[in-house]
């Protein structure tokens, strides 16, 4: 059998490579375990000079990987621009924000080739080549140009949107025909397979997504989430909240989380059920994200406010209604104090998967586990029905789901548990690789 090859945009760091924190790493990890594969991507550093790029290439715990750097005009024009400016937004269902620029476009094309011919000296006529996600749209494209003949999937993390959506984009169509190129084509749900499949339609793409929605490594984050509570950080955190109800979000600071939705909701809980004032507290964990692009600041600066105010409307001398952290907190913290949790409160307006719903599910304590309040918008919505799914938009709604969850009984919390907990260890970052690969590898050579 030929080697795997992954593709990101970002190779993991060496410690990254031992600890992956985000779920592409831990999915991806599992599956070039114990295979002869190789990694490549850019490395983080986007210092690097105007010349064509050498690949850095090291060996670590039995894969290779190899990285370029990006000089400063690149990472402006492909990463911060195209990907994360525009197709983000797009993808999104946020075409109001995109900022589009041609000129990005044309760098995210270029970046692509570069990728394509570096990339191409290091392959092995039998490997497979798995390409990630959105910055790498027209990868597979570059590198049938260049001659590549190997099997060529792409699976795209981030959602899809419906075609009348997508082809608001200038250059939908060049990429739409670049994805095309793909052997295989991997979605997070049947919605987004359908969006992109009725995108390729009038173009008379052949090529047809298929469902292969990604999951984490429950077992692992449930050994994090009971040894976690023995860190000091875990049980000062206990004693300043005593017995008291806990709610938590957690997810990297991006307008497709619906924060500024989510701390409205729990004003308006704290508004229309004054029992729960006083009592319940809310833990926001959203460690800032892309803080280089204008959108990203501005919502930081509508959550610092909206954080303060609600504070300042509700606080008691002896009670913190919002706790609001905009740094990072490490994984074994997170988990455990998920586990400790009442409610899990994860709200996107718009999310590809969104793994701390199922990380929630995988942290509780089956003999009193916590509920589960999710947006119907979520990619996991689907794959969870038995989470207590709220529209996202309206605050009023999360404020009664919120009261619902407060008040639920513990068989009937046992009952929705324990199936969103079947889902969550039968779909898992394993058997997200382990499907994918093996449709790829089964997929007929290219022509
Ligand atoms: P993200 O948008 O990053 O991923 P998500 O799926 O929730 O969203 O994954 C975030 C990961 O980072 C989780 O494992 C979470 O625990 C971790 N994380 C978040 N905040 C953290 C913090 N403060 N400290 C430590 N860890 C933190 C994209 C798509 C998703 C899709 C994933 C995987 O947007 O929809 O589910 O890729 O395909």
Request: overall charge neutral; proline content about 7%.
């Amino acid at each position: 059998m030929g080697r795997l090859v992954v593709v990101s945009n970002r190779v993991p760091s060496s410690k990254e490579r031992v600890q992956p924190a985000g779920g592409l790493t831990v999915g991806l990890k599992d599956a070039i375990k114990g295979e002869p594969s190789l990694w490549f991507g850019w490395s983080g550093n986007a210092q690097g000079k105007d010349d064509e790029p050498r690949p850095v290439i090291e060996e670590q715990g039995g894969t290779t990987y190899a990285t370029i750097d990006l000089t400063p005009a690149q990472h402006k024009g492909f990463y911060q621009g195209f990907s994360n400016g525009i197709l983000w937004p797009v993808c999104h269902y946020r075409l109001a924000l995109m900022s589009y620029s041609r000129e990005e476009l044309q760098t995210y094309l270029e970046v692509n080739a570069l990728f394509a011919r570096v990339l191409k000296p290091l392959l092995k006529p039998d490997d497979v080549i798995w390409v990630q996600d959105y910055q790498l749209f027209t990868l597979g494209e570059a590198l049938r140009e260049l001659g590549v003949r190997n099997r060529i999937g792409f699976f795209l993390h981030i959602p899809f949107p419906p075609p009348g959506l997508f082809g608001a984009l200038p250059g939908a169509e060049q990429l739409l025909r670049a994805i095309g190129r793909y052997d295989v084509i991997g979605m997070q749900t049947e919605e987004d397979a359908r969006n992109i499949n009725a995108s390729f339609e009038p173009l008379g793409i052949a090529v047809r997504a298929g469902v292969f929605p990604i999951g984490i490594d429950p077992q692992s984050f449930l050994r994090d989430a009971i040894s976690g509570g023995r860190s000091a950080q875990v049980k000062r955190f206990d004693q300043a909240v005593g017995d008291r109800p806990l709610i938590i979000g957690v997810d990297r600071l991006d307008y497709s989380k619906g924060l500024p939705e989510r701390f409205h909701g729990f004003d308006r809980l704290l508004r229309r059920f004054p029992q729960h004032r006083g009592k319940v507290s809310f833990l926001q964990v959203a460690p800032v994200s892309r803080g280089e692009v204008q959108q990203y600041r501005r919502l930081r600066r509508e959550l610092d406010e909206l954080a303060g105010r609600i504070n300042g409307d509700w606080a008691e001398m002896d009670w913190t209604p919002l706790r609001y952290i905009t740094r990072a907190v490490p994984r074994k913290v997170l988990a455990s104090v998920h586990r400790r949790a009442n409610i899990g409160l994860v709200t996107p307006l718009r999310d590809g998967m969104n793994l701390v719903a199922k990380e929630y599910v995988a942290a509780q304590d089956p003999e009193d586990p916590g509920v589960l309040v999710l947006s119907r918008f979520a990619g996991a919505a689907p794959e969870l029905p038995d989470a207590l799914l709220v529209n996202p938009y309206d605050p009023d709604e999360i404020a009664e789901a919120l009261d619902q969850a407060l008040g639920m009984s513990l068989s009937e919390r046992k009952r929705r548990w324990s199936r969103m907990h079947e889902a969550v260890t039968s779909t898992t970052a394993a058997t997200w690789a382990r499907d994918f690969l093996q449709v790829l590898r089964g997929a007929p050579e290219a022509a």
